[in-house]
């Protein structure tokens, strides 16, 4: 890699001294490769990894299934409550160190499940308390953030590259936490090599670059690239605001509110599967490797999703995607609640996958392409507080259900409501005019 230049300089009295080095070489596909990797830790190994870690917790601790949910629901509206700070932290520190600090208290997090946890108010305090901040400060936010940042004309793609670790990392992770659990005989070894996977992405997260400005670079290339790119390329071919709008402006817009009811649509239905997936299939008669494999498709199908989807958002007004997506997520979401055979539920897991995992890479795209990539971080400091409350009252809802009532159905029965209205309201999201930034 040859360096061209070196350029030192303050940004005024009492502020750090700031270096801007040029290189030849695009920083944005070095951090991509990284940051592949921490979502496939994060994500894939540790998020995905509690699927089969909880049931076989609680199982053998003899908690009920509504008491123990606490813990995530507690753990998802903290999320929520604190990206705001998340993202005031971001525009002020960095995305980079964000992610240090959350995966560092992940780290921390997950060795003391697997070593201390032996009481319910142990495993509510460490997973429902403490790992919310591990989440928060180390997860989707920054990482997400750090594309936006680096990427204008091929954002979906390159959002569609890293997402995909996510569901590479749960595919992995389902049937190798059971693996493990049953060959070690102790769920507190899966919490343990969740905490070395955290680790890891410790590891990786010293390798980022928050901003392209801050290295002499800009969005989708150096200066050179992005000049021979624009004279041979035309426009880009989706709807890019060219302003940044600020979030009381996009507040005032029906997007953003058809936005929220679209992200929620995906995060709640995914919380109801990921505690009580494989609950709710042990108890249509599934075995335990049988119910870990169907989920393990289910988020097989969303890795498959992302690139490719990503790819089309490039090209396709995302809110089509997803309307399409939605649709197919629905008819899944209801085969899979109704579980006729091993045959239809296998079938139907990595439809819902690959709906979900394209619609998530679809939603963060809109959210940067119609309020500007410098407003990403603090628009989605608002929107993800909104859906993630909501979608915390799906697991301890759903426990406290089956507790009663002996099944899920109407957990299913709200839930595929919810991504029945996602469908309409991705089909009215049309971009927000500039001009409603001067209305109000």
Not at 74 to 86: E, N
Not at 170 to 184: E, T
Request: with cysteine.
């Amino acid at each position: 890699m040859q360096w061209v230049a070196h350029e030192l300089g303050f940004q005024g009295e009492g502020q750090a001294m700031t270096t801007i080095i040029k290189s030849t070489q695009f920083f944005g596909w070095v951090n991509l490769r990284t940051l592949f990797m921490i979502y496939f830790l994060v994500m894939g190994m540790v998020f995905y990894g509690f699927n089969v870690i909880f049931p076989e917790m609680i199982t053998e601790m003899g908690w009920s299934r509504g008491d123990a949910s606490w813990a995530q629901s507690i753990r998802g509206i903290l999320i929520g409550l604190s990206t705001p700070f998340v993202a005031i932290f971001i525009n002020r520190y960095g995305a980079q160190k964000s992610m240090l600090l959350g995966l560092s208290i992940m780290t921390v997090g997950l060795f003391l499940l697997g070593t201390v946890t032996s009481e319910l108010w142990h495993w509510i305090a460490l997973w429902g308390l403490l790992m919310p901040l591990g989440f928060a400060f180390g997860g989707v936010v920054p990482i997400q953030t750090t594309i936006s940042y680096w990427f204008n004309r091929k954002r979906s793609m390159a959002l569609g590259i890293v997402m995909t670790a996510g569901g590479v990392g749960g595919f992995i992770a389902q049937p190798f936490y059971a693996w493990l659990i049953q060959y070690f005989g102790s769920w507190q070894m899966g919490w343990l090599v969740a905490s070395g996977c955290a680790f890891a992405g410790v590891l990786c997260a010293l390798m980022i670059k928050s901003k392209p400005e801050d290295y002499g670079q800009v969005p989708d290339g150096t200066h050179e690239q992005v000049e021979a790119l624009s004279s041979t390329q035309s426009e880009p071919r989706t709807y890019q605001s060219k302003v940044s709008w600020t979030l009381a402006d996009a507040i005032r817009t029906p997007a953003l509110w058809f936005i929220l009811i679209i992200v929620m649509s995906q995060v709640m239905p995914l919380y109801m599967i990921s505690v009580h997936g494989i609950f709710h299939l042990r108890d249509s008669g599934f075995e335990r490797m049988q119910a870990a494999s169907i989920l393990s498709l289910l988020i097989a199908g969303s890795a498959f999703a992302r690139f490719p989807i990503g790819w089309l958002g490039d090209r396709l007004e995302p809110r089509y995607i997803i309307v399409i997506l939605h649709s197919f997520m629905l008819l899944a979401f209801l085969m899979i609640w109704q579980a006729p055979s091993l045959l239809m539920t296998t079938m139907a897991a990595p439809i819902f996958g690959f709906a979900f995992g394209g619609g998530v890479v679809m939603a963060p795209s809109m959210v940067a392409n119609y309020f500007g990539r410098e407003s990403f971080a603090t628009i989605n400091g608002f929107l993800l507080p909104v859906q993630v409350i909501f979608a915390s009252a799906v697991p301890v809802g759903a426990g406290y259900l089956v507790d009663k009532v002996g099944n899920y159905d109407l957990a299913f029965i709200i839930l595929s409501c919810v991504i029945g209205a996602s469908v309409i309201c991705a089909a009215l999201a049309s971009p927000p005019k500039p001009a409603e930034l001067t209305e109000g």
